[in-house]
């Protein structure tokens, strides 16, 4: 009997194991009737019944995107809550021992059809899924602790039915950790929070609370839940873009977030996976844990596309969570159809080179620099706060904007946070600190090594691409005059990003700070809907704000007089497919004769413009160009309408060099004809028309008295000159 029970047990384990769910299966049905048989199994199939395979599904960053995405092709780009949740169901029908599980941000910066609706369709279908617990992510901060706190719940007896857990976050009551059985088995979910969440949110919001390393607070946690023995498995849920590094022996497996991005560190310790974001990826860890020796067998990590997840319902739905996602699109619907604004270009977000617009915060973007233009010019026609320019944080916007009708949904995704638009005044000084910021530390920031300010068309900047963070910005230029450290210039930007969100601290408005946000009293979708309808012309810019400049092998405050120097440049292009690229880039040198600038003939390069990740460096060259004596400026522009001044030698650049004409070689001219609102003429060639305009009535007065002076001395007969045109006699001496 016990030969025949192994022969069933192998044949179907054999006949199961084709597939991940099936394997998963058979595990259940070998165990099943070793444990009815305990009394007549071996010692090793003893030990067989008492190891438990485990099942942890997981998502990241699901921002309330609640609906299914399609690709143009059809497949299927974002699975939507309904397919995912269907997902779920079946892996836990093949495997009773299934755990859903979220590693935070499962709200905030939501689409139009979760947002309008206070996120609330989210919370629900999280809950009709059965989630069994979820970190603390940055967004769900995004109304302040409050609003997790009183409406959404993080002990799952306000909206969120599930906990929400955050080790490292300190001042407020929030449980570090939660523990559910699955078939004897004791798993600790610990939650943790990016340790930079104060610098993402309203100050305001977060009083009182400190966010520590997550990773240290994780692994503390996790070993008190096994000293303890509250847990025999834990699982990490972190809300950062983290690798293995760092956590301690008693993390088993880990679900990282954050950053968006696709990891899967299978083979390291512990095992690390992160499913990106929106759904597009679905985390699944396999667990082995034996009861009997008390310790995990084996970890494997992977992530689930959303093709798998779809293919594996047959493109089907939960019927439940179906009917919430389709009350919430009703519900949306009515106002997110209206047409607000007919646009004739396209505007789209960074990317990274695989993942797509979106997934590369660290360039600039058409849609970013455009934000900060329309951020400008509403406070500026709609407010007596009259600012010099405007700004916006790439990390606040959410959604492309594609060329033809845009509708109030598609207005409101790109930028879906609800924020008031704001100024502050703050020295030409503290700007450049404020563009400084924009590289971080990458040891800290991982993923996200540079966050990249969108800025107003009349703000352009040069910076050297591999200078010691803190001292890259090489020139700054505001309607084409150079900045001034001590002036005063008023910024407008949404007040996230001006009460130092994303750790813009250069603003100097938090506690203590000596510069203080002035409100306007306008909502960001409101301003840019109405700005969408003014401008029907509205284009995406062909050239950059900022320019890399990179000196190779030579300081340029002191280049040596007629020797060749390498430029390494960077940030000539845009990185999504559709933006304006550069082909070819050019250099040249001005130095001065005396009151002329004289331009050298340029060099020329072909511009490589393969994506460079999570910064903006992408579109690339090198050149070498011979210095001239008494060089002052380096000019480099691009087919594409980049065009920016670099100061050499010590010079410092005045309004004249970004006015006036274009440069031709040895010409005489004051620089490009970019940067300034009016380019007007030099003073050389005003002098020029005026002597003009003199020496022309001079002319004329002589020629006229000419005239006179020879019809007087009879030198011209009187028939040649009309009856109008009679002039009198002996206006002038006679001729002697």
């Not at 009773?96 to 279908?125: E, H, Q, R, Y």
């Not at 880990?254 to 512990?270: C, D, F, M, Q």
């Not at 860890?285 to 997840?309: C, F, G, M, Q």
């Not at 620089?671 to 030099?682: A, H, I, L, Q, W």
Request: charged share 20%; glycine share 10%.
């Amino acid at each position: 009997m016990v030969s025949s029970l192994l022969t069933f047990e192998l044949s179907v384990s054999g006949a199961l194991s084709m597939s991940r769910k099936l394997s998963r299966a058979a595990l259940a049905l070998v165990v099943t009737p070793s444990v009815a048989f305990a009394s007549l199994s071996t010692p090793a199939q003893a030990a067989e019944a008492d190891q438990v395979s485990l099942n942890i599904l997981g998502v990241t960053d699901f921002h309330g995107h609640i609906s299914q995405l399609k690709n143009k092709d059809g497949s299927i780009k974002e699975i939507g809550a309904g397919a995912l949740a269907c997902f779920v169901n079946k892996e836990r029908k093949a495997n009773p021992n299934t755990g859903f599980v979220s590693a935070g941000d499962n709200i905030g910066g939501s689409p139009f059809v979760s947002s309008i609706l206070k996120d609330k369709p989210t919370i629900d279908v999280l809950n009709a899924m059965k989630l069994e617990a979820s970190a603390v992510g940055n967004h769900e901060l995004d109304k302040g602790w409050d609003d997790l706190n009183g409406r959404v719940g993080v002990d799952g007896t306000k909206l969120a039915k599930f906990p929400h857990l955050a080790a490292n976050m300190k001042g407020v009551q929030v449980a570090p950790s939660h523990v559910v059985e699955k078939d004897g088995v004791k798993i600790g979910y610990v939650g943790a929070v990016t340790d930079k969440t104060s610098e993402m949110v309203s100050p305001s919001g977060i009083k009182g609370i400190t966010f520590g390393d997550p990773v240290a607070a994780a692994s503390a946690e996790a070993t008190r839940l096994k000293q303890s023995g509250e847990a025999d498995v834990v699982i990490g849920l972190i809300h950062e873009g983290v690798t293995s590094e760092g956590f301690g022996k008693d993390v088993d497996a880990v679900i990282a977030g954050h950053t968006h991005v696709n990891r899967n560190l299978t083979e390291s310790k512990p095992p690390v996976v992160q499913p990106a974001n929106y759904g597009m990826l679905v985390a699944d860890i396999d667990v082995v844990y034996d009861k009997s020796a008390k310790r995990v067998v084996s970890v494997k990590t992977s992530n689930r596309s959303a093709t798998e997840v779809s293919q594996a319902c047959e493109g089907g739905q939960d019927p439940e969570v179906k009917k919430i996602v389709d009350a919430a699109e009703a519900a949306s619907k009515v106002e997110g159809s209206k047409v607000v604004a007919t646009i004739p270009n396209s505007f789209y977000r960074g990317s990274n080179k695989e993942g797509g617009a979106g997934t590369n915060r660290g360039t600039e973007s058409t849609l970013n620099s455009m934000l900060a233009d329309a951020t400008l010019e509403s406070v500026n026609n709609s407010t007596s706060y009259k600012a010099d320019i405007g700004v916006m944080n790439a990390g606040g916007v959410r959604e492309d904007l594609e060329e033809g009708e845009v509708t109030y949904e598609e207005a409101y995704r790109v930028q879906p946070f609800n924020n008031t638009l704001g100024v502050v005044d703050i020295t030409g000084e503290q700007l450049k600190k404020v563009l400084e910021q924009q590289w971080r530390t990458p040891e800290k920031d991982g993923d996200r090594p540079v966050l990249a300010l969108g800025l107003s068309k009349n703000v352009e900047y040069t910076y050297d691409h591999k200078a010691e963070l803190g001292s890259r910005i090489t020139s700054v230029s505001i309607n084409g005059k150079p900045l001034e450290p001590a002036k005063t210039y008023r910024v407008a930007g949404n007040n996230f990003l001006l009460a130092e969100g994303d750790g813009f601290t250069g603003f100097n408005t938090h506690e203590g700070g000596a510069n203080k946000i002035q409100d306007t009293g306008l909502v960001d979708i409101d301003a840019f809907n109405k700005y969408l309808d003014a401008n029907k012309d509205l284009k995406a810019r062909n050239d950059q704000t900022s320019v890399g400049v990179h000196f190779v092998d030579a300081d340029p405050a002191k280049l040596e007089a007629n020797k060749k120097v390498k430029v390494e440049l960077a940030s000539l292009s845009y990185t999504t497919e559709g933006e304006p690229k550069a082909k070819t880039v050019k250099v040249s040198f001005a130095s001065k004769d005396g009151n002329k600038t004289v331009w050298t003939a340029p060099a020329s390069a072909d511009v490589d413009n393969t994506i460079t990740d999570g910064n903006n460096e992408t579109g690339q060259a090198t050149i070498e160009a011979t210095v001239p004596a008494g060089a002052i400026m380096m000019r480099v522009t691009t087919d594409n309408g980049t065009d920016h001044l670099v100061p050499v030698n010590g010079y410092t650049m005045t309004e004249a060099d970004s006015n006036g004409t274009e440069p031709t070689p040895g010409s005489d001219s004051s620089g490009s004809n970019k940067g300034s609102s009016s380019t007007g003429s030099s003073k050389e060639q005003q002098r020029g028309f005026w002597a003009f305009l003199f020496g022309g009535l001079l002319s004329a007065l002589a020629g006229a008295g000419l005239l006179v002076w020879a019809y007087d001395n009879g030198m011209i007969p009187k028939w040649m000159i009309p009856s109008w045109m009679k002039l009198p006699k002996h206006i002038l001496p006679k001729a002697r």
